[in-house]
């Protein structure tokens, strides 16, 4: 192959993962716990954006399983941004990122 088409073609490549990182940025994923009690919304980086909690879960005063359903509905929000990150780099990277490529 020709090297000035493999340069260009990186950095195709590499314009269309920076313009996904950028719309990741914008995506929403929701983490949920206790059947929807904790909500916790995460951008496509996996950062939280938001944590919304049921007034019933508070009322009953139980600390430990609050804290429970936070920490669970966090990780379902972090994993799914992660999940969402790695699918949308993996059409513009054609799986070259999971051989260590990128």
Do not use: C, W, Y
């Amino acid at each position: 192959m020709n090297m000035d088409k493999i340069m260009k073609q990186a950095q195709k490549m590499q314009a269309q993962m920076a313009r996904v990182q950028e719309e990741l940025e914008g995506e929403r994923v929701e983490g949920s716990a206790g059947g929807g009690m904790v909500i916790v919304e995460a951008n496509g980086h996996g950062d939280v954006v938001s944590v919304k909690i049921d007034p019933e879960v508070v009322k009953s005063e139980d600390v430990e399983m609050l804290e429970d359903l936070v920490l669970a509905a966090v990780n379902e929000a972090a994993r799914r941004g992660r999940e969402l990150a790695a699918e949308r780099m993996g059409k513009v990277t054609g799986g070259l990122g999971s051989m260590g490529l990128f």
